[in-house]
């Protein structure tokens, strides 16, 4: 499987921007995705996950009412809106995917394959 993030790119605080990770070379649908982030000198840390079918998403605390995880599986990608951008979401933005309910989505070990990711700074 190839996951590949776009959508990235600089913003004012108070912005939005909307990434897309495109998912390839996986026919498999029972498959959950991620998105991660990783600031410069920080750990990765979870940002927000889809089921496959899409009823059930999770989010980290300091997103959760600014950013919105979506899928369109007829185009085989996955959505972050991101809106009312702060400095503090400048970072690398990751998709993830795998196979199986994530017994803790935002636990990078149990992610199985990776993007490249997608670069997000927010001005102040």
């Known amino acids: 499987a190839q996951l590949a993030e776009s959508g990235g790119g600089s913003v004012q605080a108070g912005g939005s921007l909307r990434l897309s990770c495109a998912v390839s070379?996986?026919?498999?649908?029972?498959?959950?995705i991620s998105w991660f982030r990783q600031a410069l000198g920080k750990e990765r840390e979870g940002v927000a996950c889809?089921?496959?079918?899409?009823?059930?998403?999770y989010y980290a605390d300091s997103v959760k009412g600014r950013f919105t995880i979506s899928q369109d599986n007829a185009k085989k990608t996955v959505y972050l809106q991101m809106n009312s951008l702060k400095p503090g979401d400048t970072a690398m933005y990751y998709c993830?995917?795998?196979?199986?309910?994530?017994?803790?989505?935002?636990?990078?070990?149990?992610?199985?394959?990776w993007g490249q990711g997608t670069q997000v700074t927010v001005s102040s």
């Open positions: 993830a995917a795998r196979l199986g309910t994530p017994y803790l989505w935002s636990l990078t070990r149990i992610w199985e394959y």
């Open positions: 889809i089921s496959p079918d899409g009823s059930t998403t």
């Open positions: 070379g996986w026919a498999e649908t029972s498959k959950y």
